[in-house]
């Protein structure tokens, strides 16, 4: 089945610093990209989708100059925590449509997940 | 309120155990429904769709009911390797996947 990376799978920074997450979609193109993020006990919650070539759309409270991002190809699309903080700390995983569709459904293909530890 | 709602458990049971998970979302334009299965630190993986007339696979069976905004999922003779989270997930009219907070089980021998 379809494939989707994500780089690296965990992170330990100190307050202040920028750190860049990889997502790639190893087998086929990924148009869309979905951002969510997972604090401990509960659940995925969406940030923002990634749009190859064009900008990408923010939940509501998702602050996007802090959590930049950037779809340049069809097969990767990069989150950068910008200014990390210890409340930024947490399970970052993003998901990509796979083109393959269960009825009316387009099935999305998680990564793996990063882990952010920010001191 | 939330918009996907579930108990977060833990149900602890025995292995051979019959488990339902319940789960409630609000709004009713959703479109597509889903169970996901999410291990400890890693990445959910799609466990079913869920569909209005009930589909099965296995010993997993996933109900939805439309009228009452519900959603169940029932595992039938429960394994150690069952013990897991498992997500209750609604879609809309886009690719957007909204997801509960999760139901934990733990199977016991």
């Known amino acids: 089945g379809a494939v989707v990376s994500q780089h690296p799978s965990r992170v330990i920074c100190k307050s202040g610093t920028s750190v860049k997450i990889e997502c790639r979609s190893l087998?086929?193109?990924?148009?869309?990209m979905f951002w969510y993020r997972q604090f401990p006990k509960q659940s995925l919650m969406l940030m923002a989708t990634s749009n190859e070539g064009s900008k990408a759309t923010y939940e509501q409270g998702v602050e996007k100059d802090k959590f930049l991002i950037n779809h340049a190809s069809l097969t990767l699309s990069t989150l950068t925590v910008t200014s990390a903080h210890p409340e930024d700390s947490s399970f970052y995983i993003c998901?990509?449509?796979?083109?393959?569709?269960?009825?009316?459904?387009?099935?999305?293909?998680f990564g793996p997940g990063t882990r952010l530890t920010v001191l | 309120r939330k918009e996907v709602e579930q108990d977060p458990g833990p149900f602890n049971v025995p292995e051979g155990a019959t488990v339902a998970f319940n789960c409630t979302y609000s709004?009713?334009?959703?479109?597509?429904f889903f169970w996901y299965r999410q291990d400890c630190r890693k990445e959910p993986k799609l466990l079913m769709s869920v569909y209005s007339s009930g589909n099965e696979d296995g010993r997993f069976t996933a109900q939805l009911n439309r009228a009452s905004q519900y959603i169940s999922l029932l595992i039938r003779d429960s394994k150690l390797s069952d013990s897991a989270t498992y997500l209750c997930?609604?879609?809309?009219?886009?690719?957007?996947?909204?997801f509960g907070t999760g139901t934990r089980l733990q199977v016991f021998p």
């Open positions: 998901s990509a449509p796979s083109g393959t569709s269960i009825g009316a459904y387009n099935e999305q293909f």
């Open positions: 997930v609604v879609m809309g009219n886009t690719d957007k996947l909204i």
């Open positions: 087998d086929f193109q990924a148009t869309t």
């Open positions: 709004n009713s334009a959703s479109q597509s």
